[in-house]
């Protein structure tokens, strides 16, 4: 059978930037600073505990929101961190990573004619989740070179069909982190509006210099009408086992776990049992995070101070965003290109993420990466 009469629902998508970067620097050899993942293992204990649980015959479908003692840890960290009490019964779930609560709580919340307000540059699997629910992202571009959010154009791109604004908070791409102002003028935006945020808070515990995250879980008002998205495979150098987890609100969460059940139904069991314990006897992995990567990324710049890229050290995450003006003026998608195949060091483009790129010489490099991958790439950055 041949698919000629399929019509495709996502006509403008093709491969993720991050699976063509990291297979341009497999192809290449190069050292991968494109896609966002760390090159070191997750901790010791954890490993044990994961491996106990597989041998503990804790490998059949656990319950769909999630096993009650990972949803009891998640609003313990939750009340510890933001001060916010979630009822781990109905108001945490489970999910397959953080990918997945964001299409589910997308799909909860819109559908065909909504409206969906987006920033760019957006994390990748936002605007084809808005496009599958047949609803339309409006884009507004963050404000350079910080990267803030225009919250006067934010209300004059509210309409009546606007039913979710998405924010994320540390930033991927740009590094850069909301403020109390922010959730505050956000809150005052949607006051008396049928609208719903969806915040993407995966990179949480990576904010540097002495900042503090802002959730919208600390936030009175927005904490009623938002989804709160996390990953542990961030916060625990394990991105491939996809664990992740929402908090929102009772009715919220139903919604959510109506479209939950359906996806997926239910997430990794024994990664489960092996997280929530984890939790209960390592707490201080996730306090010690943002000091462990301020280091890797005061050391990426201290390396790259003598090259001709120039560039802020990021608020957050562990992505650090260059400008290669200096050196050239090809698109950033040529030159990413340029400095896979040819140079040996992978980043990735920012015009992927925006609906309409604007003309700067800007890339985005990750630093979760052994000292030594750092070194090499830094070495080889300095002699362009
Ligand atoms: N949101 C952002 C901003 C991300 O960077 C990522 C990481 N890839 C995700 C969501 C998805 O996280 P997960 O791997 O848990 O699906
Ligand atoms: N979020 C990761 C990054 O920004 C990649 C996730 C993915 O490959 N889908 O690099």
């Given at each position: 059978m041949s698919g000629d009469n399929l019509q495709s629902k996502l006509p403008n998508v093709g491969t993720t930037i991050f699976t063509v970067m990291s297979k341009m620097a497999q192809d290449h050899g190069a050292l991968n600073l494109s896609q966002g993942y760390p090159d070191f293992d997750c901790p010791e204990r954890l490993k044990e505990?994961?491996?106990?649980?597989?041998?503990?015959?804790?490998?059949?479908?656990?319950?769909?929101?999630?096993?009650?003692?990972?949803?009891?840890?998640?609003?313990?960290?939750?009340?510890?961190?933001?001060?916010?009490?979630?009822?781990?019964?109905?108001?945490?779930?489970?999910?397959?990573?953080?990918t997945e609560a964001l299409f589910d709580a997308i799909h909860a919340t819109v559908t065909s004619?909504?409206?969906?307000?987006?920033?760019?540059?957006?994390?990748?699997?936002?605007?084809?989740?808005?496009?599958?629910?047949?609803?339309?992202?409006?884009?507004?571009?963050?404000?350079?070179?910080?990267?803030?959010?225009d919250w006067s154009r934010v209300e004059d791109s509210i309409s009546d069909k606007t039913r979710l604004i998405i924010i994320n908070t540390p930033h991927n791409p740009c590094g850069s982190i909301l403020q109390q102002e922010d959730l505050d003028s956000l809150a005052t935006?949607?006051?008396?509006?049928?609208?719903y945020v969806l915040s993407d808070e995966v990179y949480e515990h990576m904010v540097y210099d002495g900042n503090m995250h802002h959730s919208v879980l600390c936030h009175e008002e927005l904490a009623k009408k938002s989804f709160a998205v996390f990953s542990f495979g961030k916060t625990y150098h394990a991105t491939g086992w996809k664990l992740a987890y929402c908090v929102a609100a009772e009715k919220l969460s139903a919604e959510f776990r109506k479209v939950h059940q359906f996806v997926t139904f239910t997430t990794s069991s024994f990664v489960q049992y092996a997280i929530a314990d984890f939790l209960q006897e390592c707490p201080e992995h996730a306090q010690e995070l943002a000091q462990f990567y301020q280091a890797k990324r005061d050391l990426f710049c201290s390396l790259l101070a003598d090259s001709k890229f120039?560039?802020?050290?990021?608020?957050?995450?562990?992505?650090?965003?260059?400008?290669?003006?200096?050196?050239?003026?090809?698109?950033?998608?040529?030159?990413?290109?340029?400095?896979?195949?040819?140079?040996?060091?992978?980043?990735i483009p920012l015009a992927p993420f925006y609906e309409s790129p604007p003309a700067t010489t800007i890339i985005r490099f990750c630093f979760c990466k052994d000292d030594s991958t750092l070194e090499r790439a830094a070495e080889i950055l300095c002699n362009i």
């Open positions: 505990l994961v491996n106990q649980y597989l041998h503990d015959r804790k490998n059949q479908y656990p319950p769909m929101t999630g096993i009650p003692l990972l949803r009891q840890e998640i609003a313990k960290k939750v009340s510890a961190y933001y001060g916010f009490t979630a009822d781990p019964e109905t108001e945490v779930t489970v999910t397959s990573g953080a004619g909504d409206e969906v307000i987006v920033f760019d540059p957006a994390y990748d699997s936002y605007v084809p989740a808005i496009a599958l629910a047949g609803a339309k992202a409006i884009h507004i571009p963050l404000l350079l070179p910080d990267y803030a959010v935006l949607i006051h008396d509006r049928p609208i120039r560039f802020t050290p990021s608020s957050g995450t562990y992505f650090q965003l260059v400008d290669y003006g200096e050196i050239s003026n090809r698109s950033d998608v040529d030159f990413a290109n340029y400095l896979t195949q040819k140079k040996g060091v992978a980043a």
